[in-house]
């Protein structure tokens, strides 16, 4: 499959995870992709992982949570790639503790990257957008904006604000041919869950030492065993945002192994 010849995507969080794995999807399928990411480290792991692939992709390091980084970053995509058709919002933090132990500056840090981020990135990308080709953006929620994750009261508000954000653009600009679809990955083996991610806004500390696991028993994936890779959600960014996803808007996909029914 080549669906993304001649398709220029911008993809943020692309030095880790399921934004690296959408990044290396787009270029299989003869894309012309920027990843974005704060990480250099992340960055030009992607750019190694792209092999012959990579004349194809340009990095930016972009940190979605200052607003003069994403102007500068995403005006950079833009002149490379000569204009833009899709977007995917992937950069974002996890960051668990007990409500009660929760700061405000913590609290606030979470909504501040994973949804006044992708508002950010969006805002500024909506120009080239409304003059690209089947123009899409995919942004990502997660299970955890409809099913209650304990410990994660500031990522459940952000994931749902994504969620919520993702209809009312789709309708705002459903005559100007942008589609604006929402990921929920739920279940799925990547930096931002593990830990293990190179990219600072893909990194999480993990659940509380004294958290109940009792509480997540009902989140083990039903299909298959153990966790998927970042590459199920990668497959499913792509379809979207291509033209396979073009009647498609103003909805999200859950892709979580059947953890939640």
Known sequence: MNRYEGRRALVTGGGSGIGQA???RMLSEGGRVVAADMSEAGLADTVTKAGDAADRLHTVVLNVADEASVQAGVASAVEWLGGLDALVNAAGILR???TQETTVDSFEQV?????VGAFVVIRESIAALKEGNGAAVVNFSSTSA???HPYMAAYAASKGGVQSMTHALASEYSKSGIRFTAVQPGSISSGMTDGSGQSGQNRGPGLPEDADMSL???MSPVLGSGYAGPESVASVVAMLASDDGKFI?????????????
């Open 96 to 98: 668990s503790s007990h």
């Open 146 to 148: 409809d099913f209650a």
């Open 249 to 261: 808007t103003g909805t999200e996909v859950r892709i979580d192994g059947g953890t939640h029914f």
């Open 22 to 24: 959408t990044v290396l």
């Open 111 to 115: 909504l501040r990257v994973n949804l």
């Open 216 to 218: 997540f028993m009902k």
